[in-house]
């Protein structure tokens, strides 16, 4: 069970996450300053960089932390549930909006996708993001392993339901960007066509 102390630091990181994410799609990244993030979550730029070293960092932190619930999340699902329903009810568990998102909401749907495309494509952005998802994807191998008796540091199967996992969530997410559909709706349809083997479409 998570401490009071260690709950208060998990809602800080996800509340400059958060503010970080919304200065962005909403300025811009070269209009953001550490400074404008820390005061919209109402903490010092100390403690800004107490937790992340960069923007960047902080933007992509939101996508590593979620992923690393997923993971915990999974390895508490029902032991007798199927793996990739599992899966799919631990992904859609951690895409609720937390209370920093209830406290600050996002804007217009169209104009926050528009942003977030922009957001995305800021080179320190997409490193920063490709590390969090190489970190996330040990932890979701980890938990894959333990649900199915495999070891990640020696069988292919939990790194590779691991690698599946992060490429539906990445093409869920950049869906949502293009056409504003619900990010579960769109989780929920990629993982029932995976666990259905990835059929052709009908004509």
Do not use: C
């Amino acid at each position: 069970m998570v401490g009071l102390r260690e709950r208060k630091k998990q809602e800080t990181r996800a509340a400059l996450s958060w503010a970080a994410i919304r200065l962005i799609v909403e300025r811009g990244y070269d209009r953001v300053l550490v400074e404008d993030i820390a005061n919209e979550a109402g903490v010092s730029p100390r403690t800004f960089n107490n937790y992340f070293g960069s923007k960047a960092e902080a933007v992509a932190s939101r996508h590593l932390d979620r992923l690393l619930r997923m993971a915990d999340t999974l390895r508490e699902r029902p032991a007798g549930e199927p793996l990739w329903e599992a899966i799919t009810h631990a992904m859609i568990e951690e895409h609720r909006p937390g209370p920093e998102v209830r406290a600050h909401p996002r804007g217009d749907r169209d104009v926050w996708t528009a942003g977030l495309r922009l957001m995305f494509e800021v080179p320190a952005i997409q490193a920063a993001t490709l590390r969090a998802g190489a970190q996330a994807a040990e932890a979701v191998a980890a938990a894959v392993g333990a649900r199915t008796g495999t070891d990640p540091a020696t069988d292919m199967y939990p790194n590779l339901v691991a690698a599946t996992v992060l490429a539906a969530q990445d093409l869920a997410s950049k869906t949502f960007m293009v056409t504003g559909q619900s990010i579960n709706v769109l989780i929920a349809d990629a993982m029932r066509q995976i666990a259905a083997g990835l059929p052709p479409p009908k004509p």
